[in-house]
C-alpha cells in the first residue's frame, strides 16, 4: 500500500505526480475498497483509491488494549441477515464471534437500578409498546426501499419526527420511554429522525427484533481481530491502488469526457469517479461545475451525528460471575446504554458505553471519563469504578467524518432523496448511506460498493457499443 506522502523542504515547491486510471475511487472505508475489489474482478485493473485519513477503514477503527487485543471505536456488530459482509469476511478469513449474552439486563431508569427492565415495566406498558411496534412495521411495509419519497403520503410522513409519531401513539409514559431508549440506541434521538426516514430503515433491517437483538440480530456477533480488519485485508490485496494521505480538494470535468481529481500532491484523469462517503463529507470537495442543485442541497443538509464511544477496560468481566449480561441503559447522561466488549477469550473485560449527545459531549474529557465509569457503577457496582483501561472516540470530532452515523431529519428526502443515489455526469455515489438495505450499517456500506461496482461497469459496457 502506498503510503502517505513524505513532507517536503519548505523552499521546494514539488510538482503534483500525475496519472491516468480508468476509475478512481474517494474513500478507502468498506465501501470504496469494496468496489474496487469488485472492479478489479471484473478485470478493471486500473483503478486507484484515494484515502484522506493515513489509514483505512473509514468510520471502522480498531483499538489496540495490549495482549494483541483490540475494542473497535466505530462500527462493530453483525447479524446473520447481513448477508454480504459475512461473506466478504469469510472470502478475507476474517472470524466471527458471539456478543456475549448470557445473564441479566440491567437499568438505571428513575434513579433506581433496575434488573430486567423491559420485563419489569406494567403489563399495560408492555401491551401498548408492542402494539406500537406492529403498527410501525406495518406503516414500514408500504415505503418502497429504493424511493421512499415516492411512497403514499411521501410528504405527510416526511414533515413528522419519529418522536411526533410517539407522542400521538404511544399513550403511557413508560411505553413512550421504552420506545424513545429503542429508537436512541440504533440511530438517534427520536425528534431529530424524519418519519419518513425511520420507516425504510426499519424495514430493510428486519424490523425491531432485529435491530434490537444481541441473538440473531443486529448485535449478534463482532469481528475476531475487530472490524477494521475487513478494510485492512481489502487495502492489502489491492496494494499500490490504494493511497493514503490524500485528501481529495477539486473535482473538475465530471460533466466532460474524463474527470479530473485534485488530491494532495496528486492529479488524476479518470473515465469514471466513485464517491465513497457519507454525502455530508463530499461538502469538502470543490465540484467545478457546481453538482446540480438537488445534488448540492442533498450534501449540503445531509446531517451527521456526533457518536461518542468508551470502551472502559477491567482485568476480568467482572459482571459476568453476578450473572450479568453487560447489557444496560439509563435514562440519565451521559451514558445511553452499555455492551460486553470482551474479546474473544473474555479476558481482560470491556464494557463499550455509547454517551448521550449534549451536555455529556461537553463535558471536559478527565470529568468525562470520571462521569462515564460513575455511570457503570450505577448498575454493575463499585469494582466499575476501578478500570486499567479507557478507550475513547468522538466522531463529532474526526477530522475526516461528520459523524458516525446520520439519521435523516424532516423535509430532506421529499426533497432531495432522488439525488442520493443517481449518477452525476461521470461520478458514481456509494457509502452505507446510500443502500437501500441495512443503511447506515456496515453491511449497507458493502452492499453500496458492489452495486456501485456493477454500476460502473453497466456503464462501460454501453459506451463500448
Excluded at 140 to 161: C, F, G, M, N, V
Excluded at 306 to 326: C, E, M, Q, T
Aim: with cysteine; proline share 6%; aromatic share 8%.
Amino acid at each position: 500500500m502506498i503510503s502517505a506522502p513524505q513532507s517536503m523542504v519548505a523552499s521546494v515547491k514539488r510538482p503534483a505526480e500525475k496519472r491516468r486510471v480508468e476509475v478512481v475511487i474517494i474513500g478507502a472505508g468498506l465501501a470504496g475498497l469494496t468496489a474496487a475489489r469488485e472492479l478489479v474482478r471484473a478485470g478493471i485493473s486500473s483503478v486507484l483509491v484515494l484515502e484522506a485519513r493515513d489509514r483505512v477503514g473509514g468510520r471502522t477503527l480498531n483499538q489496540p488494549i495490549g495482549g494483541g487485543q483490540v475494542v473497535e471505536a466505530g462500527g462493530q456488530w453483525v447479524g446473520p441477515t447481513q448477508t454480504r459482509i459475512l461473506s466478504l469476511a469469510r472470502e478475507l478469513q476474517v472470524k466471527t464471534f458471539k456478543t456475549y449474552n448470557r445473564g441479566t439486563d440491567l437499568g438505571y431508569l428513575g434513579g433506581q437500578r433496575i434488573t430486567n427492565p423491559d420485563r419489569d415495566r406494567g403489563s399495560e406498558e408492555a401491551a401498548e409498546f408492542t402494539r406500537a411496534q406492529r403498527e410501525l412495521e406495518k406503516l414500514s411495509r408500504t415505503i418502497p426501499l429504493a424511493a421512499p419519497w415516492q411512497a403514499p403520503h411521501a410528504a405527510e410522513l416526511d414533515k413528522q419526527t419519529v418522536a411526533d409519531w410517539a407522542q400521538k401513539h404511544i399513550k403511557t409514559r413508560g411505553a413512550r420511554s421504552q420506545f424513545n431508549m429503542t429508537v436512541t440506541s440504533t440511530l438517534d434521538e427520536p425528534a431529530e429522525i424524519s418519519l419518513l426516514y425511520y420507516l425504510p430503515f426499519l424495514r430493510s433491517t428486519g424490523g425491531f427484533r432485529m435491530l434490537d437483538g444481541t441473538t440473531g440480530g443486529a448485535q449478534d456477533s463482532r469481528f475476531v481481530g475487530g472490524s477494521q480488519l475487513l478494510s485492512i485485508k481489502m487495502a492489502e490485496q489491492l496494494g499500490e491502488k490504494v493511497v493514503l494521505g490524500s485528501p481529495v480538494q477539486k473535482v473538475m470535468g465530471w460533466n466532460e469526457d474524463r474527470v479530473r481529481v485534485e488530491a494532495r500532491g496528486m492529479v488524476i484523469e479518470a473515465d469514471r469517479l466513485i464517491v465513497a462517503m457519507m454525502p455530508a463529507d463530499t461538502r469538502r470537495i470543490r465540484f467545478d461545475p457546481l453538482l446540480p442543485p438537488e445534488r448540492q442541497g442533498l450534501a449540503r443538509n445531509w446531517p451527521g451525528s456526533p457518536v461518542f464511544k468508551a470502551n472502559v477496560v477491567y482485568d476480568k468481566p467482572f459482571w459476568r460471575a453476578a450473572g450479568l449480561n453487560g447489557q444496560a441503559v439509563w435514562d440519565v447522561p451521559p451514558v445511553d446504554f452499555s455492551f460486553d466488549n470482551s474479546p474473544p477469550q473474555g479476558t481482560p473485560g470491556v464494557l463499550v458505553a455509547f454517551l448521550s449527545p449534549g451536555e455529556a459531549l461537553a463535558r471536559e474529557p478527565g470529568r468525562r471519563r470520571q462521569a462515564v465509569v460513575e455511570s457503570l457503577a450505577k448498575c454493575f457496582g463499585k469494582q466499575a469504578l476501578n478500570p486499567t483501561g479507557y478507550y475513547k472516540m468522538d466522531w463529532g470530532k474526526d477530522a475526516w467524518s461528520s459523524g458516525c452515523v446520520s439519521p435523516v431529519g424532516p423535509g430532506l428526502l421529499t426533497r432531495y432523496g432522488a439525488a442520493l443515489r443517481d449518477p452525476v455526469g461521470r461520478i458514481h455515489w456509494a457509502g452505507s448511506e446510500t443502500s437501500e438495505v441495512w443503511t447506515g450499517y456496515m453491511e449497507g456500506a458493502v452492499r453500496s460498493g458492489e452495486r456501485v461496482a456493477k454500476e460502473v461497469l453497466a456503464r462501460r459496457k454501453r459506451e463500448e457499443l
